[in-house]
């Protein structure tokens, strides 16, 4: 079975590895630090290297033996395979799509949907899921289909050779590009919401402006690290929040003259405003530069045209 704990304030700013072994005294530190390079080991969700720091009221999950995958039962969950090979394949992720089963979501997810389309994936830790969207964030996702290519892009991940992009929609106007380098932790108030504080990890997003229209802004942006909401709470931040984001843009900010059916499209929008476009990395074999490209989906698009009218 799963086991799922929250670190407490005397572990807080201490190493993953460290932490974990103490949390859960059945296993050595040297076998969980082994569970952790796996991914077997996570951190609110997340992946983390053994060294990664933890902080209080985080939550540390060890999923040890893999056989408890045949517990995720295949369903038929609709979402497009847009890419595949021996090792790996694409996923372009529809928004409302959950990862995988966990607290408050016990089916129904793309992990129940991987196992039925690759029944063999359950002998893959979290059915192949290498990294990770939030349920209303779309786009292009990696899953692996072998434990060589698994634990590859995990390595790959954690010494950020993953090159990750993604197209936003936000309230506000920008010009050019900039850096945000700011901490993300969780948020001490409300544990649900991610932060910046002085004594969260290091998070770093590159934001490009692609157009601006009306008071609104469509962006890229590249990110070096891939903490939890990292680029929801980057942009709320400078006052750049996503359309649609109830977390972070929970006023739902309008333009100044926006006409009122624009009004309403924006207050309507059902998720936030985000899609992953592109992801690259070097192939574990030809050792070539692969990467894989989606367009925004549908929503996005209208959403933006209804943006262009005003």
């Not at 021996?86 to 409302?96: A, T, Y």
């Not at 106007?173 to 004594?199: A, C």
């Not at 009122?260 to 074999?285: G, N, S």
Request: hydrophobic content about 35%.
């Amino acid at each position: 079975m799963t086991n799922l704990l929250k670190v407490l304030q005397s572990d807080n700013k201490m190493r993953l590895d460290i932490v974990a072994s103490r949390m859960f005294p059945d296993f050595s530190r040297t076998q969980i630090k082994k569970w952790i390079l796996q991914g077997r080991v996570l951190v609110n969700g997340e992946i983390c290297a053994p060294k990664d720091s933890v902080y209080e009221g985080d939550e540390i999950e060890i999923d040890p033996i893999k056989e408890v995958k045949v517990s995720w039962a295949p369903e038929n969950i609709e979402f497009e395979v847009c890419y595949e090979e021996e090792d790996f394949l694409i996923v372009n992720k529809p928004s409302g799509l959950v990862m995988h089963p966990g607290s408050g979501c016990h089916n129904g997810t793309l992990a129940n949907g991987l196992l039925n389309k690759y029944p063999q994936l359950i002998n893959i830790p979290r059915s192949g899921i290498v990294h990770r969207l939030d349920k209303d964030t779309s786009g292009v996702l990696v899953v692996a289909k072998t434990e060589l290519f698994r634990n590859y892009f995990i390595q790959e991940m954690q010494e950020r050779k993953v090159t990750k992009k993604y197209t936003a929609i936000s309230a506000g106007e920008t010009i050019g590009s900039f850096e945000i380098n700011e901490p993300i932790g969780r948020d001490p108030k409300n544990r649900t919401k991610m932060t910046i504080r002085h004594d969260g990890k290091d998070s770093i997003s590159f934001i490009k402006l692609i157009n601006k229209y009306n008071g609104y802004s469509i962006l890229d942006v590249l990110i070096e690290t891939g903490r939890t909401h990292q680029i929801r709470v980057h942009l709320a931040s400078k006052n750049l929040p996503i359309i649609g984001d109830s977390t972070y843009n929970p006023r739902k900010k309008i333009a100044k003259k926006s006409s009122l059916d624009l009004v309403k499209c924006v207050r309507e929008f059902p998720r936030q405003a985000l899609h992953a476009t592109y992801i690259a990395f070097c192939h574990h074999k030809s050792k070539d530069i692969f990467e894989w490209s989606e367009e925004v989906p549908q929503d996005m698009k209208k959403l933006e045209e209804a943006i262009i009218r005003g």
